[in-house]
């Protein structure tokens, strides 16, 4: 977490020292429509969908302010012409909660059980002054299906990858998988190691993904895709895990590693950047697998 938190605190001092410009980009939504019913919200933050039930709308992630979630919650009004009954969130991280307070009280927000452990334990100065009566307040550890407005939704949680909290939203009529941050498209990913999160076990929660039924993927970064995305990013990790194995056989520096040749699969790849980069780029995740094989890095308790 302190890497992604860093890089995010960096970004907001350069929003204070630039103003109304940045200001105006934290207001901008960007909209993609899946279905007649589905729609993806992409701004300065994580991936958000909106999915219009009879009974009302369900947003996944709220990105990263106040201000996106009151433009989140507007927007999916504007789209589907109904109130939001329910939010979802893929897991902790603040690009994907800190819009949460923006909703009305009372919300039904689900997440897994960690999610909430580490909302609470990593984020819990965020959670205070009011702001905690939107964390999440109906969880569950492995899976639960909702049945909404004539819509069915999945939730899952298929292992430890990004972090060991993450969940799976299948959007089932419309045939979507909301995988969050478990799925950077063409993007150099957060592992969150201190958050459970894992190099070397993320390709097999990813193969539990691709065994769910979906046509297409909304990563938690990057453009929706269909499921050979999915793969693409599975083989870079594959490849990622060996480098840092073969690092560790052969008792590598960091340096050592951080010189590798061996990984290629992140050809195309790009740091995500929000006005400035933050940091997800080749060497932090490489640094990343490192540290995981080395047991460089402690758990959150």
């Not at 979630?69 to 109130?83: C, E, F, H, N, Y």
């Not at 009372?106 to 819990?124: A, C, Q, W």
């Amino acid at each position: 977490m302190k890497y992604w938190k860093i890089g995010f605190l960096s970004v907001f001092a350069l929003l204070i020292a630039f103003g109304g410009y940045f200001y105006s980009q934290l207001r901008a939504l960007e909209v993609e429509k899946l279905s007649d019913d589905l729609f993806v919200l992409r701004g300065m933050g994580g991936n958000t969908t909106v999915l219009k039930t009879d009974a009302g709308n369900v947003i996944v992630d709220t990105m990263t302010t106040g201000t996106q979630g009151q433009q989140i919650r507007r927007k999916a009004k504007q789209l589907t012409g109904m109130d939001t009954v329910l939010l979802i969130n893929t897991h902790y991280h603040l690009d994907h909660t800190h819009g949460n307070p923006a909703f009305d009280v009372g919300t039904r927000v689900i997440s897994t059980e960690r999610t909430l452990f580490y909302l609470k334990n990593t984020d819990g100065e965020f959670w205070k002054g009011g702001a905690e009566k939107l964390l999440p307040n109906d969880t569950f550890s492995v899976s639960k299906t909702l049945e909404i407005g004539g819509k069915t939704i999945e939730l899952i949680h298929p292992g430890a990858g990004h972090t060991d909290g993450d969940l799976v939203v299948l959007f089932k009529d419309e045939r979507v998988a909301h995988l969050g941050d478990l799925y950077f498209n063409k993007h150099y990913p957060n592992i969150d190691l201190e958050a459970g999160g894992t190099v070397q076990f993320w390709p097999q929660t990813l193969d539990n993904v691709l065994a769910l039924d979906f046509d297409r993927a909304v990563p938690g970064h990057g453009d929706t895709s269909e499921r050979p995305g999915i793969v693409q990013f599975q083989e870079f990790l594959l490849q990622l895990g060996a480098v840092a194995r073969s690092a560790l056989v052969e008792n590598k520096t960091l340096e050592q590693t951080l010189n590798t040749t061996a990984l290629t699969a992140d050809a195309g790849y790009e740091p995500i950047r929000f006005i400035i980069p933050l940091g997800l780029d080749r060497e932090f995740v490489l640094k990343r697998a490192w540290e995981e094989v080395n047991k460089e890095f402690k758990l959150v308790e």
